[in-house]
């Protein structure tokens, strides 16, 4: 789909699969033990992402999304198959995978700008070095003026950047993102999207990015990997085809419905085959004598 004579969708995702692969999944498959009952949560995921691509995981609950996250950040150990980092096995944690989730991760007893400082101190800056590179990302996300403030004194979406700034700082090769703006309001929400895709479009960084929202996943998205679950398995993999850069104005876009109905569709049609209570949900009794009406 051609949209301008700027933007060539079919030229654009060459040129990302052209770049080399930054993170390769070989059949890879989670399996979670409780008591004597085995569960597949990811089931023998094939996928490779491209060095500065932009990806958002989507699927019902249950599918693994989540896990797959945990995973690539080294935080879970997984069941088998491979899982590389330019072409390095993945065997724990590391700088240069960072992780954003939804709650917020800050040291509460830290200012602002000790959180940033914290990671370049573990890998052995010194103080002077991990201030100046603390100072820079706080500049990067605004927080200039609240550098000595502490987390309890910030809103939510004031938290999230600093948790990115905390990640970004370490210079990571990828960046995950686990729902990391599922907890704040539409306006802050729409505010860190934008900001995101700033700081994406400008820095050398790869970001996998997990969200149950339809238009985050394919306002952000290079391109999209729908889950199914039980067990979680790739659906289908979606190039979004959309200009950039993105604006809000495109979600009312017919291009941009087009894709919202389909990737809706993946995702929920599973649901109530997952979830058989949802199917008989008990008629409320009354409880109150207040009104009729009501």
């Known amino acids: 789909m051609n949209h301008s004579n700027e933007y060539d969708a079919k030229e654009y995702f060459q040129k990302i699969y052209e770049r080399p692969v930054i993170l390769e999944a070989k059949q890879l498959s989670q399996v979670f033990k409780h008591d004597k009952i ?3 949560v990811l089931n023998k995921i094939d996928l490779k992402i491209h060095k500065r691509e932009f990806i958002c995981v989507i699927g019902p609950s249950g599918c693994g999304k989540s896990t797959f996250s945990r995973v690539v950040a080294g935080l879970d150990p997984y069941h088998s198959g491979e899982i590389l980092v330019d072409g390095e096995k993945i065997t724990g944690p590391s700088p240069e995978r ?5 709650g917020y ?9 000790e959180n940033v400082m914290f990671g370049p101190l573990m890998k052995g800056a010194s103080n002077a070095l991990a201030e100046a590179n603390a100072r820079e990302w706080i500049n990067i996300i605004g927080l200039e003026k609240y550098e000595n403030q502490y987390p309890h004194q910030l809103s939510g979406g004031m938290k999230q950047r600093v948790a990115i700034a905390r990640a970004l700082v370490n210079e990571p090769k990828i960046l995950l993102m686990d729902e990391p703006f599922g907890a704040l309001d539409p306006h802050t929400r729409q505010k860190m999207q934008k900001h995101l895709m700033d700081l994406w479009q400008n820095i050398d960084i790869t970001i996998i990015f997990v969200t149950h929202d339809m238009d985050e996943a394919i306002l952000l998205a290079d391109r999209i990997v729908a889950l199914k679950a039980n067990p979680g398995e790739i659906k ?4 979004v085809d959309l200009p950039r850069p993105r604006n809000f ?3 009312q876009t017919a291009e941009f419905k087009r894709l919202k109905e389909h990737v809706n569709h993946l995702v929920h049609a599973q649901e109530d085959e997952l979830d058989p209570a949802l199917e008989d949900l008990p008629k409320i009794p009354r409880m109150t004598q207040i009104s009729a009406n009501k």
């Open 249 to 251: 104005d495109l979600i």
């Open 236 to 239: 289908e993999i979606i190039e």
């Open 105 to 113: 991760t800050l040291f509460p007893w830290k200012t602002v700008k």
């Open 38 to 40: 085995e569960r597949t």
């Open 98 to 102: 960072g992780m954003v989730f939804q």
